[in-house]
């Protein structure tokens, strides 16, 4: 049974960086491409990011680019998604998702993934 864990989130003021992880159980995620995503109250969920299975390549939503990095540990079974010079527009509940037939691109888009954890609350706030 495919599981991802998020982990990581947390208070912190604007300027500052947390970094999330992302944990497979039951299988190898660096088999998967894996996407980062986020909603906040109110809103549609957002693409953020994304790592492709085999390559390792990236991609990033416009918002995102240039303060956050997705990583994988392989070691770890994880993804890492370094949020750099947060903001409070930052603030919501961030999920992973994997699947192993998911092509990431810089439309970070849901379509396509099959697996999700459970999400980890991210607030920006002095």
């Known amino acids: 049974q495919l599981r991802l864990v998020e982990s990581g989130g947390g208070l912190v003021q604007p300027g500052g960086s947390l970094r999330l992880s992302c944990v497979g159980s039951?299988?190898?995620?660096?088999?998967?491409?894996v996407a980062w995503f986020r909603q906040a109250p109110g809103k549609e969920r957002e693409g953020l990011s994304c790592?492709?299975?085999?390559?390792?390549?990236?991609g990033y939503t416009d918002s995102v680019k240039g303060r956050f990095t997705i990583s994988r540990d392989n070691a770890k079974n994880t993804v890492f998604l370094q949020m750099n010079n947060l903001k409070p527009e930052d603030t919501a509940v961030y999920y992973c998702?994997?699947?192993?037939?998911?092509?990431?691109?810089?439309?970070?888009?849901?379509?396509?993934?099959?697996?999700w954890g459970q999400g980890t609350q991210v607030t920006v706030s002095s």
């Open positions: 790592i492709n299975r085999q390559t390792d390549s990236t």
């Open positions: 998702a994997a699947d192993r037939s998911y092509y990431c691109s810089n439309a970070v888009r849901g379509l396509g993934l099959r697996s």
């Open positions: 039951g299988f190898k995620l660096d088999d998967y491409a």
